[in-house]
């Protein structure tokens, strides 16, 4: 059974920035692929940002592109979401998943709000 547990969520002006965790117990982190999802209240689940099994290959929303970096560890079984000139617009419960061969698994998310 594979547990995702996100942290680092927090209050920040806008401008200001913000790395998430996501951590991973009872799994092989490797075999992963690893993305964060965000939902604010009445919107949509938005896909956010993707990252690749040994991190070479990254995608990002254009919402967060040039703004936000996905990153992950392996070794510490974490993957990251660094967080730069946060805007008011970011505000939302971010998730972080994994998607293996044969099921996908959420965290439970940690909130990040945006405001001055």
């Known amino acids: 059974q594979v547990q995702l547990v996100e942290s680092g969520g927090g209050l920040v002006q806008p401008g200001g920035s913000l790395r998430l965790s996501c951590a991973a117990s009872?799994?092989?982190?490797?075999?992963?692929?690893m993305s964060w999802h965000r939902q604010a209240p009445g919107k949509e689940r938005e896909l956010v940002a993707t990252i690749s099994r040994a991190g070479g290959s990254t995608n990002y929303a254009d919402s967060v592109k040039g703004r936000f970096t996905i990153s992950r560890d392996n070794a510490k079984n974490t993957m990251y979401l660094q967080m730069n000139n946060l805007k008011p617009e970011d505000t939302a419960g971010y998730y972080c998943?994994?998607?293996?061969?044969?099921?996908?698994?959420w965290g439970q998310g940690t909130q990040v709000t945006v405001s001055s």
């Open positions: 009872g799994t092989t982190f490797s075999v992963y692929s």
């Open positions: 998943k994994a998607d293996g061969p044969r099921r996908s698994y």
